[in-house]
C-alpha cells in the first residue's frame, strides 16, 4: 500500500521509477486523522505502507504527523526514508554563516497577524526559514522588511530542486525591486531564509524586558534587587538601565 498526500502526483513518480504498487491512498490535510486509522489497521494485518507527500518530507509543512503520531501511539514502528526537502536544500546554499536555524514554515495569511509572528522572531539569533506561496511573496516580504528593517541579508530560493531553481541573496532593503524587477521572480514556492539578529551590547532583550514590568509594579531599588535575582545580571547594570528607563517615561 502507498498512501499519498495526492495519489495522481505519486502514480506518476510510481510509474517514472518501475515501482508498482497493490493500491494508492489518499491522506491529506482534511482526512489524515480518519485514514491514519485505516493504516494502522493494515499494518496490524500484515500489509507494509509508505506514505509520501508532495514535493517536500512528510511532516514538515506537509501532512504525515497525524499519521506517524497514530502508528507509534500504537506500538508499530516508523522507517523514515530521506528524501529533498527544500527547507534544508535552500539553507545549505544560502551562505548565510548563523551556526543555528529556526525552521517557522508558512507564516499566517494576514499582514496583521504575519506582523505579530514576526515580531515574536525579530530578536532570535539564528537564521530564520519560512516558506511562501508566490500569491503572497510581495507582501511577505514587505513586512519582513517592515519588522525586521532594511539591513538584513535575505535569500529567495524559489523553486528548489525543480527545473526554474532559482536562488537570490540580497539586503532585505532591496528585495522588493528584485522581485518587482521581472514577473518570473514571483513565481513558484519559495523558501524565504532571514538572516538572524545580530547581539546588541549591554543587557539581552530578555533582562530588560524582565526589568521593565517589574518596574511597572515595584519601586526602582526593589525592582533592581528582585530582576538581579531572577536573571543573574550585574545589579550595577541593572540599576543603571532602571534609572534611564524610569527617566523615559517621567
Request: glycine share 6%.
Amino acid at each position: 500500500m502507498v498512501a499519498a498526500e495526492d495519489t495522481r502526483n505519486t502514480a506518476h513518480l510510481l510509474t517514472h521509477h518501475g515501482i508498482s504498487a497493490s493500491r494508492l491512498m489518499a491522506v491529506h490535510q482534511h482526512n489524515e486523522r480518519g485514514a491514519a486509522e485505516k493504516i494502522v489497521a493494515l499494518i496490524r494485518a500484515g500489509q507494509s505502507v509508505a506514505f509520501v507527500s508532495d514535493a517536500g518530507t512528510p511532516a514538515v509543512s506537509d501532512p504525515g504527523a497525524l499519521l506517524v503520531q497514530a502508528v507509534l501511539a500504537s506500538g508499530l514502528r516508523v522507517i523514515p526514508v530521506p528524501g529533498a526537502n527544500a527547507a534544508m536544500a535552500a539553507l545549505s546554499a544560502a551562505g548565510l554563516a548563523e551556526p543555528h536555524f529556526f525552521f517557522y514554515g508558512f507564516l499566517p495569511n494576514k499582514s496583521a497577524a504575519r506582523r505579530s509572528a514576526l515580531e515574536g522572531l525579530r530578536d532570535a539569533a539564528a537564521t530564520l526559514v519560512f516558506y511562501e506561496a508566490p500569491h503572497r511573496i510581495v507582501e511577505c516580504v514587505a513586512d519582513l522588511q517592515t519588522v525586521f528593517g532594511a539591513e538584513r541579508e535575505i535569500v529567495l530560493a524559489r523553486e528548489i530542486t525543480k527545473l526554474f531553481e532559482n536562488i537570490h541573496r540580497c539586503a532585505l532593503g532591496v528585495a522588493l525591486d528584485w522581485l518587482n524587477s521581472d514577473p518570473n521572480n514571483q513565481r513558484g514556492e519559495f523558501v524565504v531564509l532571514v538572516s538572524g539578529a545580530q547581539p546588541q551590547p549591554g543587557l539581552p532583550t530578555e533582562t530588560r524586558d524582565t526589568l521593565s514590568l517589574l518596574l511597572e509594579a515595584l519601586p526602582l531599588k526593589q525592582a533592581v534587587q528582585l530582576a538581579a535575582q531572577i536573571t543573574g545580571a550585574n545589579r550595577s547594570e541593572l540599576y543603571q538601565l532602571a534609572l534611564q528607563m524610569k527617566n523615559s517615561t517621567e
